[in-house]
């Protein structure tokens, strides 16, 4: 559901705002620095339900943040693994594992000094990139560096990141901006993970959450607005403008990650038929319509069966991420049978609560 970080931090502001209606123009006012794209047009949302008031729970509360003063670490075996790293977001840290053998390695190190890290995202190179939600800028690393390499501001509350496996070019999403008269989010693109970059909106959305590149260099996002109507978006490759998708079997009922995984779109739904667990939906896209093809459903019995998982990371049958209805949580899922994790980080090292996850290889 919204245990994620963007939805625990945020959520509690739009029950402030719910009697507020739309997201006025997409036409902002943004600095020199940024280009601005017109809107997009298009239809496809899908209603959220009533269901949406009783979600909040005290695991939906704001984190305590706590900017962390240590130094950042790292083992100098990281470098020869494929390495996890996972955003733990009340302590300001994010945590690196071996991705395959996380319990017998242990901790392999730590980023530190971040507010609040949120999404994860890497490319081909192995370098990681991570969205701090409150610092309004994405720190890229290199692959077990602990230095960053740069750092791209974002004019307000990044949520997530995704790099185009065709260009390299790095795609940011926003809960809200501070260019935008309605605090609402847009979508910005790093060409080659560079500034300036190129804002994108659509007229359907207002907060917009982890984007992700499929392997043709097409960018998809989900969002809702803020009278919680939820879509699915597509920036096609060399196109300018945003456009909603016609969900074909499916539904979201809160948004989470798309995440390309083979062949299909992997649509993330942390409220499955508006409830306590976290779908993962596997659609092909064809024109302006997804079609579901399979879904995932994910459980855990740390605390029944409820499952947050915003941002899992997919490869093959592996599916990891961490549960944010259990604190010290981080589960390894098979891809297609879902249910329990079939493993899990060992809690006196596994994060508090994980705001998204990434592996550099």
């Known amino acids: 559901m919204f245990a994620s970080i963007v939805g625990r931090r945020l959520f509690c502001c739009y029950l402030a705002a719910a009697t507020l209606t739309g997201c006025g123009s997409t036409q902002t006012a943004v600095p020199p620095t940024v280009t601005t794209q017109s809107a997009a047009r298009g239809d496809s949302t899908v209603q959220m339900a009533a269901y949406k008031f009783s979600l909040l729970t005290p695991s939906h509360i704001a984190p305590e943040v706590r900017p962390d003063g240590r130094q950042s670490w790292m083992n100098p075996d990281a470098k020869h ?15 690196v594992y071996s991705y395959k053998t996380p319990n017998a390695k242990g901790l392999l190190g730590q980023l530190t000094g971040f507010n609040i890290p ?14 701090d939600f409150a610092g309004d800028d994405v720190v890229e690393y290199a692959k077990g560096g602990t230095k960053p390499v740069k750092r791209l501001k974002i004019p307000g509350d990044p949520a997530g990141c995704s790099v185009d496996p065709t260009s390299g070019n790095l795609a940011v999403s926003t809960y809200a901006h501070t260019y935008h008269k309605t605090d609402c989010g847009a979508l910005f693109v790093f060409p080659k993970a560079k500034s300036p970059p190129t804002l994108y ?7 917009y959450w982890y984007p992700g590149y499929d392997s043709a260099g097409n960018l998809y996002v989900q969002g809702w607005n803020k009278k919680f109507v939820t879509g699915l978006a597509q920036l096609p490759k ?22 390309w995984v083979g062949t299909r779109l992997a649509v993330t739904d942390q ?3 508006g409830g306590t667990t976290t779908a ?8 302006t319509t997804a079609t579901l093809t399979s879904k995932t459903i994910l459980k855990d019995t740390c605390l029944s069966t409820f499952t947050d998982v915003a941002q899992p990371w997919i ?11 259990c604190r010290y949580r981080f589960g390894y899922w098979n891809n297609s049978a879902g249910g329990d994790p079939r ?17 550099s290889r």
Do not use: H, Q
């Not at 909106?201 to 907060?207: A, I, Q």
């Open 81 to 95: 693994t494929d390495l996890l790293y996972a955003s733990e977001d009340t302590s300001g840290e994010v945590n």
């Open 118 to 131: 949120g999404g994860l995202c890497s490319d081909s190179s192995g370098n990681v990139y991570i969205t």
């Open 201 to 207: 909106t659509y007229s359907k959305f207002c907060n």
């Open 238 to 259: 060399g196109k300018s403008d945003l456009r909603g998708l016609t969900l074909k079997g499916f539904t979201i009922g809160f948004p989470g990650t798309v995440i």
């Open 271 to 273: 409220a499955y038929k």
């Open 280 to 287: 993962v939906y596997y659609v092909t896209v064809s024109g």
């Open 315 to 325: 490869m093959g049958m592996k599916l990891v991420g961490g549960n944010t209805y």
């Open 343 to 359: 493993k899990t980080i060992n809690t006196d090292i596994a994060p508090r609560n994980t705001g998204g996850a990434t592996v």
